[in-house]
C-alpha cells in the first residue's frame, strides 16, 4: 500500500469531517444560486412565444431536455466516483456514488415522463419507441438495478465496491446501448419525428434552454451534496448505535434489570 | 485449466441437470407464445426469431447466479482467488464451460422451436447461426452479475435485472441479423460482424469485471 | 524460505479484531493460533492466505530460489471450514482437478491422488462421490488435497474438527512429516495438535475500535 503524495493529499481533501464543513458552507449559496437560476429560466421559458409549430407544448422542453442532459451527466459523476472508490479506496467516493444513483434515477424519471406528456401532443401517443427515449428508458432499468444492489447488501463499504464495478460495467457499456438502439430504431421506424440538433434551434429557445439546463445542473449539485451530507451523518449514527450496542454488551447481569 | 473445463463440464451434467432445465425452459417460454398471440402461422413465422431469441436469453438468465455461488460456497473460490493463474483466465474458462453447459443446448434446441414457430429453413438456420454467436456474450455479461451478485443468499433474480439492461445490444443485433438474413433489402453480414465484435468485447470485458468483483466481494 | 508477516491488523465493521500482528516463519516452524470462538483465528488466516485485505500490514514470502515477485498466497495451502471439494465428483475427480488446478511445483515432492487418499488413510474409496462419505471421511480427503500439490506454507483452519481421535493423530503424523521437509505450518486450533516446539500465538479478539472513517 504505497500512498504518494498526491493521493494523501487528496484523501486530505475529501476527509469526512472537513467535507461536511464544507458542504454546510456551500449549501447556502448553491440553494440560492439555483432558486434564482430557475426563478430566472422559468420566466424565460414562460415570456417566450410558443413554436409555430407545436405551439405551447414546446415549454416541455424546457424541463425534459434538462433532465435528459442530467441523467446522463448524473451516471459520469458516478462513474468517477466508482473510480474514485476502487482505486483510492475512499469511502467519501462510496458515498457520493451511492447518493447520486437516486438522483439520477430521479432525473430520468423526470425525462421520461415529459418526454411521454411531450409525445401525447406530438406524436398522438404516450409513448413511442424513439431512440432517445428508449435509451434513457434503458438507462432508467441500470439506475433502478444499481440502487436495488446497494440495498440488498448489508456492509456499505462491500457494497461500495460490487456497486462501483458495475456502474464502470455499465458505463463502457452505455455507448454500445445507444449506438445499438439507434441501429434498431433506424431499422425499425422512419427518422426520428423530432430533431433537436443544436443548431436548428431558434435562439429565443436557445436562451431559456440553457438557462434551465444550468439551473437543473445547480439542482443536481444542491441535491447530491445535501444526500452526500445526509448519508454521512446517517453512517455516523450507525457508526454510534453499533458503538452502543457492544457497549451495553459489555455489562453482564444488569440487562434484565435494563430491558423494563 | 482444461482441468477447470473439464470439471465444470462433468457438474454441469451431473449436478442437478442445470442445463436439462435451461432448455425446458426454453421449450417452455416459446411454447406459452402461441397461447398469448394467437395460432396464426404467418404472425408466428413474423415474430418467430425475436420470439426464439428472447426466449434463449431468458433461459439464458437462469443458471448464472450460480456461476460462482457453488464455487464460494463449498470454498472452492477461496483456492481459486489464491493461485497464481490470473483469476481473469480462471473466469473466462468458468464462463467457457458455463456457456458449453447453458448456451449450447440453447443453441442446440433452437431449430425444433423454429418449426414451431413455423419458420423457413433460412430463418432457422440463421437464428440457429446469430444464437450459437451471441450467447456466449450474455454469459460473459451475465459473470460480472453473477460476480457482482455473489455473496447475496437469492442473488438469482438481481442478477437478471443487473444484467438484462446491458444485454440489449446483444438482442438488437441477434434478432436484426436473423432477420435481415430473411428479409431481402436488408444485408445480413453487418448486423452479424457487429454481434461478433460484441460477443468478442464482452469476452474482455466481462471476466475482467467478474474477476475484480471477485476480488472484492470477501472482505 | 521465510514466511513474514508484519504489523498486521484487521477490522470488521468498526471492530479491530486484531492489531499489531507480527511474526517471521522460517521452513520448519510452526505456529498455532489459539483463542476462543471469535476471536480472530479465521480472519488472521485468511488475511496470511490473501483472501482478505489487511486494515494495516504485510505478508510477504522470501524464496530460496529467485522468483522475487511471489505473492505470498501462491506460496501456500489454505484449508478453510469448507472442504472445497464437489459432492457430485468422485474423490478421485476432485483430487486430480485440483493437483492439475495447483500445477506442479518444482521445490517439493507431491504425492500422487492414490498416496494422498493413501497417506489420510482411506485409500480404498477413492471411486466414491465425495458426498458420499462422513463428514470425517471429507474432512481427511480434503486433507488429502494438501498432498497432491507441494506448497511450502499449510495454513490450516480447525483442521480436526470433526475427527476422531485415531484420525487426528493421522493428520499430526502428516503436519510433522510436513514440516520435517522444511514445510511451515500456521494453524488455528481448539484442541492441541500434539506438535513439538510450535510457537503459540493467543487470539483475543477486540484489539479496540478501529479510527473513525467518519
Known sequence: MSESLAITKLSDLANPTRFLGLASRVLPWLSAVTAILFAAGLYLSFAGEGDYQQGLTVRIMYVHVPAAWLSMMCYTVMALSAIGTLVWRHPLADVAHKTAAPLGAAFTLIALATGSLWGKPMWGTWWVWDARLTSVFVLFLMYLGLIALNRAMDDPGKAARLCAILILVGFVNIPIIKFSVDWWNTLHQPASVIRMGGSSIDGSFLRPLLVMALAFTMLFFTLHIAAMRNEIWRRRVSAQRRMAARMAGDKPGLTTEMST | ?219 | MRLIAENLSARRGEDLIFQGVSFALSGGESLVLTGKNGSGKSTLLRVVAGLLRPESGTVTWQADTGDKGMRAAEACHYLGHRNAMKAELSVHENLTFWQQFFGHSPQGKSLSVDEAADAVGLGDITHLPFGYLSAGQQRRMAFAKLLVSFRPVWILDEPTAALDVSAERVFTGLIESHLRNGGILIAATHQPLGLKNAQELKMAGFAGIAEEVW
Not at chain 2, 426454453?26 to 407464445?33: K, M, P, S
Not at chain 2, 435481415?180 to 448486423?191: I, K, S
Not at chain 2, 461478433?196 to 471477485?214: N, Q, R, Y
Request: proline share 7%; with cysteine.
Open chain 2, 1 to 219: 485449466m482444461a482441468a477447470l473445463l473439464l470439471r465444470d463440464l462433468k457438474l454441469s451434467v451431473r449436478a442437478g441437470g442445470g442445463a436439462l432445465i435451461g432448455v425446458l425452459f426454453f421449450i417452455t417460454v416459446v411454447a406459452v407464445i402461441p397461447f398469448g398471440v394467437g395460432p396464426d402461422l404467418n404472425l408466428l413465422s413474423r415474430i418467430g426469431p425475436a420470439i426464439v431469441w428472447i426466449g434463449a436469453l431468458l433461459s439464458a438468465l437462469l443458471g448464472l447466479d450460480r456461476m460462482f455461488q457453488t464455487e464460494r460456497e463449498d470454498g472452492s473460490l477461496d483456492l481459486m482467488l489464491m493461485q497464481e493463474h490470473p483469476l481473469v483466465l480462471t473466469v473466462l474458462v468458468k464462463c467457457l464451460a458455463h456457456w458449453i453447459g447453458n448456451g449450447l443446448p440453447l443453441v442446440i434446441a433452437s431449430p425444433l422451436l423454429g418449426l414451431f414457430m413455423n419458420m423457413d429453413e433460412v430463418a432457422i438456420g440463421a437464428t440457429m447461426l446469430t444464437l450459437l454467436v451471441g450467447t456466449p456474450a450474455l454469459t460473459f455479461i451475465g459473470a460480472v452479475g453473477a460476480a457482482v451478485a455473489v455473496t447475496l443468499p437469492r442473488g438469482g433474480l438481481l442478477v437478471s435485472i443487473l444484467v438484462l439492461p446491458l444485454a440489449v445490444p446483444v438482442l438488437i443485433f441477434g434478432v436484426s441479423a436473423s432477420y435481415a438474413a430473411v428479409e431481402d433489402p436488408a444485408p445480413f453480414l453487418p448486423p452479424f460482424l457487429i454481434l461478433v465484435a460484441i460477443t468478442m468485447f464482452f469476452a474482455v470485458l466481462g471476466p475482467l469485471g467478474a474477476a475484480l468483483a471477485l476480488r472484492n466481494a470477501d472482505d
